[in-house]
């Protein structure tokens, strides 16, 4: 069963628009980061704190994006993410960026992030009870 | 009668934190700019692109802030703006940025804005059918 | 003949900094965009602006990016670009991000930006005469 | 006899420029930063790491900046900031931001900055031989 898709809503901040009245490139990943951010806590009921409290951050080590639509300031953004896989120290998250109204696809892409210790400074297998935690949103 | 106060609440993304783990300080500018946007149109019935579509813009003359307590991920933000004084082509707007919960104020200032002949790239005295329509948001 | 790479120096700012300490992952592009906004008219003679007064634009179509090792505020930054191939509407760029001293791979991808005819919004099949003109840069 | 007037060269970023094709206000503040954090270490000899190694740190009290020119995408900026007075934990800086060739004001203003204990969080009345070692730096 494919992991759950959750959803967070963002507005566009007029620092977000560049020279071609569009939302600059790089904000989309900044809006993604936000997302996960929000669903982290929200959604799977682990706040990237509890991370933190534990000694563990995530890295990214990989970030692919497909550009569809542009957004604009007056559009309001939906950014949809989901689990797509682990392997050792990695989780692979999918994501579609939605313009609001009219609904349509604006991005879409994965980002690859691994576990780091931060004692060591170094990669971390993903402990079981964590990808079960998340085994929980799938469907 | 003094203007009227309008408040937009706002949520802090990761890419506005800081090395000190704090929303960096020239976020604060951002969201004052964020929440006047949004107020000129949800609660003036102004909107930017009212300006635009006349010709008008607003260019920035003077920005001034006072920070008062740190903002973290974690919070909320209310940004609370109000028009204080017109002179000739300028407008001055007070802010306050509050911490939602609890409520304390993180920044408080005013910053003043020039409205601009887009056509000319000159100063233009604001309207006066203009400052009439911003009277009405008083007391 | 694989197209030249050229370099751009940048310096990192307090700003691009991130709650890791870090140059945070959405700056890689803005250096990226930053180098080849610079190498355009600095190595190829062909600045962005030549573009807009013929009313072209490039949209950015793609974004792939694989991050090597954390950038911080005291490093020196070079970003190198080439271009890849051209297809249509398309060229693909590649690039390399180093830490300046010692020099070590920070990350490395490529995008692909689509040529856009301003007055109709359209990608516009990229002419001739530009891809030769950057042909001269090989080798 | 007035502290000296150090400057700084920047360079202008893409994402730096917002929907009217200038640099977007709140990145001045960002500039004036940048350069400071630059002559910290270049010029005072006494580089920001020097007081977070002492478990020290800067917090910004107040920001003051009157935008004078619009700069663009192809300017290169002039960063000036010198000491203006010290007064317990607070320093004040004053900064004059220059568009490059030709040489123009283009923002001039003041921050000011208390110096922190991290430990506790607290301001921290500025030890003697800092204000000495800056009072090198005059005429």
């Known amino acids: 069963m494919p992991y759950t898709r959750f959803e967070s809503e963002l507005i566009v901040r007029p620092d977000d628009i560049d020279m071609n009245n569009h939302v600059h490139n790089s ?5 993604v980061l936000a997302a996960r951010y929000d669903q982290m806590g929200r959604c799977y009921g682990m706040p990237m704190d509890d991370f933190l409290k534990n000694g563990w951050n995530w890295y990214q080590k990989a970030f ?18 989901w689990l797509d896989s682990f392997e050792k120290a990695d989780v692979k998250v999918g994501f579609q960026i939605f313009k609001k109204e009219p609904r349509k696809v604006a991005a879409e892409g994965y980002f690859i992030s691994t576990m780091i210790d931060m004692k060591t400074g170094r990669a971390l297998v993903i402990p079981p009870e964590i990808i079960e935690h998340y085994t929980q949103y799938t469907g």
Not at 65 to 70: L, T
């Open 27 to 31: 904000k989309y990943l900044d809006y």
């Open 64 to 81: 692919h994006i497909e550009f569809k639509r542009a957004l604009t300031l007056a559009d309001r953004v939906i950014v949809q993410t």
